[in-house]
């Protein structure tokens, strides 16, 4: 069985039932442990675990400012591990190397309201929303909840695969806030839902953390065929 | 004394390691111990770990490096070592043709790392007028505006990456950074876009920036 590490922060703003969701969305097809980042952060430890789940709080903010943060993960995910980022995790995207870790950065959150997220697709005639119809997207139905809106540049030279947009008046094909790529021999994903217990009860998103985590394990995989631009060479 | 590395391909038909190898070991063998090698196996983060400074001629990324090696020279990378690729080596380009990964890079990791996507189409070897950007930077210490003959090539620059631009060419009506550098985790990185023939790194100045950029790149902290 995988083993997944989720940092579990100190931070009193965090609501332990977050943990508490995640615990139950991810128990049954993984083992979980949760550390404190202070605990895990070395390679050493972390190169014991196939997925780290990254969400927000006060202690992932001070190794972002004093950057403690960088070495460990950066060696971690180069080296095959995978990482999920979940909503305020992305404030890591502050530092440059993380940005280019997870493949995109953020640029803030709104307050909470009703938000429709969908997930892009490859339309029969290949008119692309996403780049591919994405393996973590398999089986995900579009969800409203009251959540955050966040808002981000994906990394200009970041080979990542769009995996979840929310519904936006002036785009028709929504905007951008999930992600995944490869990076090294390892895979990152950002998902930007996340703002209450509530969001992590929604069964389509929960299917979907469970879908990012069997991807960041290695345990499905897109087809290599699905990045051929030009198959017909060679 | 401390040891640096250039990697390369000795068989390229372009860019083949014979034409930095004298240059690169003048400018650096009172300071350094050199080492070039094609044995891209056998570069793992441990191996690396041991020179201060990693210089990188490669140019058939697509045949030759692996994600292993990406990995390894970003382990290296973010706990302190130093990457300085040169001329087509920062290219990162997948020239294998067998297939074209997203965005036609062979790493997009390394392409990350220096901040900037080497743009495939170049003008041919001609006349280039180099001016100094950053004068206070230590890697341009003693070095004033000079001329060289070389490939232009041009890069896209990533708009979030933090880096100094230490010299610029400037060629037909446009002028374009030639040299940069930048910290990335606890390590290093800077690139130079010159480096196209043997006789290039035999010119002192060009002998000047390598130390520079090698002395900037080993000093800790």
Redesign the interface.
């Known amino acids: 069985m995988k083993r997944i590490l989720i940092w579990k922060d100190h931070d009193k703003r965090l609501s332990p039932e977050i943990y508490e969701e995640l615990h139950s969305i991810l128990k049954d097809n993984f083992e979980l442990i949760s550390a404190s980042l202070a605990d895990s952060l070395s390679f050493d430890t972390l190169g014991a675990y196939d997925t780290l789940v990254i969400y927000g709080g006060e202690e992932l903010r001070r190794s972002v400012e004093d950057r403690s943060l960088v070495a460990p993960l950066m060696t971690y995910v180069a080296n095959g591990g995978g990482l999920l980022v979940l909503h305020e995790g992305i404030m890591m995207t502050e530092l440059t190397e993380l940005s280019n870790l997870l493949g995109g950065k953020g640029a803030g959150f709104e307050a909470p309201l009703q938000i429709t997220y969908v997930v892009p697709y490859v339309d029969p005639l290949g008119r692309s929303q996403g780049q591919v119809d994405h393996v973590i997207d398999d089986g995900i139905q579009t969800f409203t909840v009251t959540d955050k809106k966040g808002w981000f540049h994906v990394n200009l030279f970041s080979p990542f695969d769009q995996i979840l947009r929310f519904k936006c008046e002036d785009y028709w094909f929504g905007c951008t806030c999930g992600w995944c790529q490869q990076y090294c021999l390892g895979r990152t994903v950002y998902l930007s839902p996340g703002y209450s217990p509530e969001v992590f009860r929604n069964a389509e998103y929960r299917k979907m953390i469970r879908n990012a985590v069997r991807w960041t394990t290695g345990e499905i995989s897109q087809p290599e065929s699905d990045y051929e631009m030009f198959p017909h060479m060679g | 004394m401390q040891k640096v590395l250039v990697f390369g391909d000795y068989g390229d038909m372009f860019h083949p390691l014979t034409t930095p190898h004298d240059g690169v070991q003048e400018a650096l063998e009172r300071k350094y111990k050199v080492l070039f090698t094609s044995e891209y196996a056998k570069l793992t983060?441990q191996e690396l770990s041991q020179f201060c400074a990693v210089l990188c001629y490669a140019d058939r990324w697509g045949d030759s490096v692996s994600?292993?090696l990406?990995?390894a020279i970003?382990?290296y990378v973010?706990?302190?070592g130093f990457f300085f690729p040169i001329h087509f080596g920062g290219a990162f380009m997948d020239t294998s043709?067998?297939?074209?990964?997203?965005?036609g890079?062979a790493t997009?990791?390394l392409?990350?790392?220096i901040?900037a996507?080497f743009m495939p189409a170049h003008a041919p070897y001609s006349p280039l007028t180099l001016t100094v950007e950053a004068p206070d930077h230590p890697i341009a210490k003693g070095i004033s505006d000079f001329e060289v003959l070389d490939e232009p090539f041009v890069y896209?620059m990533?708009?979030?990456?933090?880096r100094d631009v230490i010299l610029r060419y400037h060629f037909a009506k446009g002028s374009y950074p030639a040299l940069w550098a930048g910290s990335?985790?606890?390590g290093k990185y800077a690139y130079l876009c010159l480096g196209h023939t043997e006789k290039l790194f035999r010119q002192k100045i060009i002998q000047q920036i390598l130390l520079n950029a090698v002395d900037w790149g080993c000093e800790k902290g």
């Open positions: 983060a994600p292993e990406t990995a970003v382990s973010v706990n302190g043709r067998r297939q074209i990964p997203k965005n890079m997009n990791e392409a990350m790392l901040g996507r896209d990533d708009p979030f990456a933090e990335y985790g606890n």
